[in-house]
């Protein structure tokens, strides 16, 4: 979509019917405002329609926040120095993520480089959460020092004192979210977030530093970029991270503020989106700015009364080989965090029970797994197809819902779908294996498309050097500048049963032929945000 003015709408577009030997047909756009009374009524009523209350965060016309709006939407403008239909962002190491096995917990990793002079840390990625953090002058964290057999580096601890780009981030910043508890607004903002259950978390104080990155793809070269974002000092930790599982910090890659794909567009480096894909091999690749191929295909983001902490779309069926199952809709969140998916109860038992009989081979229950089938050396058993229709008729083809388990009882095949309480469900890793997933935040739209996880820039390492001095950094939004409050703190799935945390209507603007001698159009409204 062209961006024709950086505060306009364009509302209406008319199309009339004309005799095929007259003259050419006008078209005609009328403009609005993006912050006018006449634009404030139509997103209320649009979102409304998706499930939001009806109101929105106006400012008033001609207030000091309506011109601060203003003066934000051309500062943010004129910062974004990149191409953003060829350039992408990724970290200053490289597009590649990694898959460690059950050495690290079965997330998905990638190495990134904080602080001045940079230290690097390799940090599990998820889109279930949206605070990213590292080990930080440590009083209990995961050992750094261990012989991890998949790495030939050391793990490393964050230490603001030694980066002279470290800053700590006060009670007062909009983004603390215990700012109210403080004793002192000028104090250091503290931070704990739990995952899974309340057993395991991270503690610690926020600071701002400097997030090292490369602009990657089009025509230009790549050239290193700095953005100052939020990072979590984490200097105690609990439960499985104690273990090992994300023993060098987390990234979130939710869209709350204070995310990292959130503190990119706020710096005007990026838009609001990031693209995630993996292939069998569990290697992947992880692009900044990534608002995916035009022929991909794409669902809205489901906000459910104003909740927009997580990635949620609209599952409208669920599938077995070409049967799609009454009374499996929900709602699902996409997290790459979790390793496998989970359905609400009501759905998982239809959904399980139609698959079961149409496997046609016997089952069996091991290890935490109710549906796995054996396999004999001769033949693999031919397990019936799955696919998710989403909102907007967009299916959704699950490329291999199995999983190969090799133990002691041989050789299974186990169904990786488990069942979970409430009415959120959860798609996890092994339902996006094989696709481009773009989390497209700023168009409010789920995008994927099928990839072999190299078709965007080569997605090898990039050897990063330090700007120089004299090259200007992106920093934070001031409080001022900030548009929305701080959503729900972050919560990371991991292999074990994930808690489920609690759009923008996709317009297609339709081609008709001509009929004999007279074309009869008839007039649409499309409408989108510049």
């Not at 503290?190 to 899974?196: A, G, I, K, W």
């Not at 567009?265 to 990026?270: I, V």
């Not at 499996?328 to 079961?356: C, H, N, R």
């Amino acid at each position: 979509m062209h961006h024709f003015a950086a505060n306009l709408l364009s509302v209406s577009v008319f199309f009339f019917s004309v005799d095929a030997f007259a003259a050419k047909p006008i078209y005609s756009s009328r403009l609005i405002h993006r912050f006018s009374d006449e634009a404030q009524d139509l997103w209320a009523s649009k979102y409304k329609k998706l499930g939001g209350n009806g109101t929105t965060n106006w400012a008033e016309k001609k207030s000091f926040r309506h011109m601060r709006m203003l003066l934000g939407n051309d500062l943010k403008r004129q910062r974004l120095r990149l191409d953003s239909q060829t350039q992408l962002l990724v970290a200053s190491q490289g597009s590649r993520t990694f898959d460690y096995g059950n050495d690290l917990g079965w997330l998905h990793y990638t190495w990134i480089d904080i602080g001045t002079p940079n230290t690097s840390f390799l940090v599990a990625l998820d889109a279930g959460s949206d605070l990213s953090w590292v080990p930080c002058d440590c009083v209990q964290c995961a050992p750094l020092t261990l012989s991890y057999d998949m790495l030939d580096t050391e793990l490393s601890q964050y230490r603001p004192s030694h980066s002279s780009s470290s800053m700590s981030m006060p009670c007062s910043h909009e983004l603390c979210e215990k700012g109210q508890s403080c004793p002192n607004p000028t104090g250091h903002c503290p931070y704990r977030v739990s995952y899974l259950s309340e057993d395991t978390s991270s503690s610690g104080f926020l600071f701002q530093d400097l997030l090292h990155l490369a602009s990657v793809g089009g025509h230009k070269p790549q050239n290193a970029a700095q953005a100052t974002v939020i990072i979590g000092c984490g200097s105690k930790q609990s439960g499985i991270y104690l273990d090992g599982i994300a023993p060098d910090g987390l990234m979130g890659l939710g869209p709350g503020d204070i995310s990292i794909p959130s503190m990119l567009a706020k710096s005007g480096l990026a838009p609001h989106s990031f693209s995630f894909c993996f292939d069998e091999s569990y290697s992947g690749t992880l692009f900044f700015g990534d608002q995916g191929p035009e022929s991909q295909r794409s669902t809205p983001f489901f906000i459910s009364n104003g909740n927009n902490a997580a990635y949620i779309v609209q599952v409208e069926n669920f599938c077995v080989a070409n049967f799609c199952l009454e009374q499996t809709e929900f709602q699902a969140q996409v997290d790459t965090g979790s390793s496998f998916t989970y359905l609400p109860s009501e759905s998982y038992k239809y959904i399980v029970a139609e698959f079961d009989k149409r496997a046609n081979v016997t089952k069996i229950s091991t290890q935490g797994f109710d549906y796995c089938y054996e396999s004999s050396s001769l033949k693999l058993p031919n397990f019936p197809s799955m696919k998710l229709i989403f909102a907007t008729n967009q299916s959704f083809a699950i490329e291999n819902p199995m999983l190969h388990i090799a133990d002691d009882q041989g050789d299974l095949f186990c169904l990786g779908i488990h069942s979970t309480d409430g009415e959120l469900g959860i798609i996890g890793q092994n339902f996006l294996m094989g696709y481009l997933m773009v989390f497209d935040w700023e168009n409010m739209k789920l995008g994927w498309s099928s990839s072999n996880c190299q078709d965007i820039g080569s997605g090898s390492e990039i050897q990063w050097t330090p700007p120089s001095t004299e090259t200007s950094q992106n920093p934070l939004p001031t409080n001022e500048q900030q548009q929305n409050p701080l959503a729900v703190a972050p919560a990371i799935a991991g292999r074990a049963f994930p808690k489920p945390s609690a759009a923008s209507t996709l317009v297609t603007l339709h081609q008709y032929s001509i009929v004999n001698l007279h074309l009869l159009i008839w007039g649409m409204y499309l409408i989108y945000l510049v």
